[in-house]
């Protein structure tokens, strides 16, 4: 049997030798030819296409947008696997920090960008949060961004100060519904994971808690310290000297089981089954990226992870490296928008 492509062969011979017909044979119809080429066009296309992205992957840096200011969690997240990322991709990868709305000025950034890989961000919890905190949000968070990899968690911890008269997760959830709007949280961002945490913390415990909200963590966790508010959900990095030192004690922790680091701390998921809530960062590319580009920039994210020495950077900051698939990460991105809904609409959340 002839190969369609040398029918089409075929076809173009005798219409070279038969002008005054005008035709190819019967048997090759047009619709078959004009579907051939149809394809032989996509093709082309299609492979001019990865030429052009390889061209542009050889000479163009890599751009990780942060939505976040330097020095912060974001931040440290995203130089942590550049160095690594560059030298899997071969090629430069520079950090961009673009900080404001909650980090949705970085994200609208590489939203918009072309999707041939050199422009992603490193987000993290608000990326899912403000799809519901944000009423009209320039672009949809899980339509208008490709899921590479997952690259840690964070989960957070509930503190105190020493004079409460609550020493574990049973007793504040007594003394707070015997006393509603009596105690209080310190807030250190409205519309953050830590301000959502507390929510949820609230909702699932059916108490009614107080908060103060902060213009920062460092001013918050100031006033939780000087016992001027009794509780908190903060980040461990920020807690973890001060539990220490005694000068806070830590009643639970977000994750959905209790950590290495504080053995004796229970999981807040004990007192309220179902109840996790830590933090997340991760690396996205804008909507539409080539599949084999997606599986090269996961691929290449996920193995810089695996070193020791972006293991240990992330770990400094209370995190838990993960390094997921790109189709796990995507599954969780349309899953934890949903989640966050909920609490969103309980709490009855506003942008600050």
């Known amino acids: ?88 991709l071969g090629r430069p990868v520079v950090v961009e920090n673009r900080p404001g709305a909650g980090g949705n000025l970085a994200a609208e950034s590489v939203a918009r960008s072309p999707a041939d890989g050199l422009n992603l961000l490193m987000s993290f919890t608000s990326h899912t949060i403000n799809a519901s905190l944000y009423p009209q949000l320039p672009f949809d968070p899980v339509r208008d961004f490709t899921p590479l990899t997952m690259v840690s968690t964070s989960p957070s911890i509930l503190v105190a100060h020493p004079s409460l008269k609550a020493n574990n997760l049973s007793e504040l959830l007594a003394l707070a519904r015997a006393q509603p709007g009596k105690l209080n949280f310190a807030i250190g961002g409205l519309g953050s994971s830590l301000h959502l945490a507390g929510d949820a913390f609230k909702m699932k415990g059916q108490v009614f808690i107080v ?12 006033d939780v310290l000087a016992g001027q508010v009794e509780l908190m959900f903060a980040n461990i990095g920020n807690a973890q000297a001060h539990i220490k030192a005694g000068r806070l004690k830590a009643l639970g922790v977000t994750s959905a089981t209790r950590l290495p680091a504080f053995p ?35 691929q290449a994210a996920r193995q810089a992870l695996l070193l020791p020495a972006v293991r240990r950077r992330i770990e400094a900051e209370g995190a838990q490296v993960v390094g997921s698939s790109a189709a796990d990460f995507e599954r969780f991105v349309a899953q934890d928008v949903l989640r966050w809904r909920d609490v969103v609409r309980y709490a009855g959340a506003k942008p600050e």
Not at 40 to 61: D, N, R
């Open 1 to 88: 049997m002839h190969h369609p492509f040398m029918r089409i062969s075929a076809c173009a011979a005798q219409a070279a030798n038969r002008a005054r017909h005008g035709l190819c044979q019967a048997w090759v119809g047009v619709p078959v030819v004009r579907a051939w080429v149809a394809l032989i066009l996509a093709v082309g296309s299609v492979l001019a296409g990865v030429g052009a992205w390889a061209q542009s992957m050889a000479s163009a840096p890599v751009k990780i947008w942060v939505g976040a200011p330097a020095g912060g969690t974001t931040d440290t997240m995203a130089r942590a696997i550049s160095q690594a990322l560059a030298e899997q």
């Open 264 to 298: 004796d701390v229970p999981a807040i998921a004990e007192a309220l089954p179902g109840f996790e809530s830590s933090a997340w960062f991760g690396l996205f590319g804008p909507a539409r990226m080539d599949a084999a580009l997606v599986q090269k920039i996961s």
């Open 211 to 222: 908060n103060i909200p902060y213009r920062g963590t460092a001013p918050a966790i100031a």
